[in-house]
């Protein structure tokens, strides 16, 4: 795995492959040709590509896409590159970034939860039944990370703001 800074993707003219989620991908991604292929998908996508073509894995961080590295190269991949630092280090460094799709489901939830308990808390001081709010919301944020189903977001991604990624069917290039 060889590290690829955001000063020099300018001179990057091979393969580019967002390993991120949908929802994050649409929300900001690198401006140019690229793909998006999740990395929880990522093995079963790259069964048929040329193990010799150089590619460079971008992710928010740089986490993600070292773990999608070394995916890649147990699988035969030779040349295999990661953005260090991923996107935070390219806001931080300027380089342009295309998106401005929704936050991402991931915070939406946070955001509706956050939200959701504090109304509860602030209608529990006219009656303390609206304590159940709280208790349904902690509830459901347990049992979503217990079990990793979460039926908040899935309500959210049927929201009209998020319907363009959930029709999108998997196809996430820009």
């Known amino acids: 795995m060889q590290m690829l800074s955001p000063n020099q993707l300018s001179s990057w003219s091979h393969r580019v492959l967002d390993v991120r989620e949908r929802d994050e991908f649409a929300s900001a991604r690198l401006a140019g040709p690229c793909e998006c292929v999740p990395l929880a998908t990522l093995a079963s996508a790259a069964s048929g590509w040329d193990r010799d073509r150089p590619l460079l894995l971008v992710c928010k961080s740089g986490m993600r896409a070292r773990k999608a590295a070394e995916q890649l190269e147990s699988l035969g991949f030779r040349q295999v590159h990661v953005l260090e630092g991923g996107l935070d280090a390219c806001r931080k460094a300027g380089v342009p970034l295309a998106g401005g799709g929704p936050i991402p489901i991931v915070r939406q939830v946070m955001i509706t939860a956050g939200l959701l308990l504090l109304a509860g808390l602030g209608l529990a001081l006219l009656h303390p039944t609206f304590l159940a ?24 991604e049927r929201m009209p703001w998020n319907r363009a990624l959930s029709s999108s069917g998997g196809s996430c290039s820009c």
């Open 133 to 156: 709010i709280d208790v349904v919301i902690a509830a459901g944020l347990t049992f979503s990370g217990i079990t990793g189903v979460c039926p908040m977001a899935r309500l959210l």
